[in-house]
């Protein structure tokens, strides 16, 4: 049912890990539909303090991670990416699933 009002495009830059020297691997850029409203909203991020985020991403259903970032698939999402909404790329402040009794649609805050 979301899938209707997803007309906009972003591009989702995923983390794949650090070399054993602590630089970042490249980061693989995949494209999603997506309905990006432009708002101010205040929301707890990870480490759990208030920030102010300015745009909210709807997406489809993916599953976050916390490790395993060098064999990912496309359809995951992590705190570590990047989201790159109107060309500009944002960090990602907060994932969230909504739903009833499945997940319907994610909601992605970002700075």
Request: charge should be negative; proline fraction near 2%; glycine fraction near 8%.
């Amino acid at each position: 049912m979301i899938k209707a009002y997803l007309t906009d495009t972003v591009v989702l830059k995923q983390y794949k890990g650090e070399d054993e020297y602590g630089t970042p691997n490249s980061r693989t850029e995949v494209g999603l539909k997506a309905r990006v409203d432009y708002k101010n909203r205040n929301v707890v991020d990870l480490s759990g303090e208030e920030v102010v985020s300015m745009v909210r991403v709807l997406l489809s259903p993916m599953t976050i991670i916390r490790s395993g970032f060098d064999t990912r698939s496309a359809s995951t999402i992590a705190y570590e990416d990047v989201l790159e909404v109107d060309g500009v790329d944002h960090a990602i402040v907060s994932i969230g699933k909504q739903g009833d009794f499945s997940t319907r649609y994610m909601e992605v805050y970002i700075a």
